[in-house]
Nanobody
């Protein structure tokens, strides 16, 4: 399984970006896919996750991005998206997509994800 993240860039505060994460290889949609971000000053932090449970979709975003970011997934395309609106300078980070290969505890911890994309840089200028 390989994950390929894309869509980062340099934008101004208030702008929007949409990150994509394309998966090659089989990934079960019942396991969590997630977005995390990291800066040199901080440990990798949770941004959002999504997974299917039966006919329902479960998802959540971090409090720091609630109301501005949303996560979706196209199972047919095996691609996950992170729509980021009203971007702030503090959103600047390298964004990583990740996926679990099993039910592995909290979906909010990066330690519980098995597959990782290479990261895409988001820079928000003030």
């Amino acid at each position: 399984v390989q994950l390929q993240a894309s869509g980062g860039g340099l934008v101004q505060a208030g702008d929007s970006l949409r990150l994509s994460c394309a998966a090659s290889g089989g990934l079960y949609s019942g396991f969590a896919w997630g977005w995390f971000r990291q800066t040199p000053e901080k440990e990798r932090e949770f941004v959002a996750y999504i997974r299917r449970s039966g006919e329902s979709i479960h998802s959540a975003v971090a409090d720091s991005v609630k109301g501005r970011f949303s996560i979706t997934r196209d199972n047919a395309e095996n691609t996950m998206y992170l729509q980021m609106n009203s971007l702030k300078p503090e959103d600047s980070a390298i964004y990583f997509c990740a996926a679990q290969s099993r039910y592995a505890g909290s979906v909010y911890s990066h330690h519980n994800y098995d597959y990782w994309g290479q990261g895409t840089l988001v820079t928000v200028s003030s």
